[in-house]
């Protein structure tokens, strides 16, 4: 095994048009067919654990990852820079554009969750965030 343990990691493919095609996978059992998968469509991992995507970085180290949280500190973007990872957080705690502005000045992409209402997600797009994840399609 990978020795990531028997968390989930989510793997995401982008099936062009900016449609996100997600894989959800047992990190125990991130399998190489998985990995080639990754380096073939350029997908992404995310994981609500940091100690999962460290170690899968020592397996596929040029991997894209995105820690997930529902919390925003400053500490977290710093070891994000340091990990060179981006992050998938909840959008409730980005209620400020200077917070998603010292992510991108970090050098790290933001996704956000979940955001259903259409002028929210123009807000948090206009501040510099390059994902958001939906439940509707508008």
Known sequence: ??????????????IGMGIMLL????????????LTLIAIFGGIFISFSLE???????????SVC?????????????TLKEKK????????????????RKCLDAGIEVNVWTV???????????WGVQYVTSNILE
């Open 1 to 14: 095994g990978l020795g990531l343990g028997y968390k989930f990691v989510v793997i995401i493919f982008s």
């Open 23 to 34: 894989c959800y996978a047992l990190a125990g059992n991130v399998a190489p067919l998985t």
């Open 52 to 62: 999962n995507l460290v170690n899968l970085r020592q397996v596929c180290p040029e």
């Open 66 to 78: 995105q820690f997930l949280t529902g919390q925003y500190s400053d500490e977290l973007i710093e």
């Open 85 to 100: 990872m981006d992050l998938d957080i909840w959008s409730g705690a980005l209620d400020e554009e200077a917070k998603v």
């Open 116 to 126: 259903d209402n259409k002028e929210e997600a123009e807000k948090l797009v206009s």
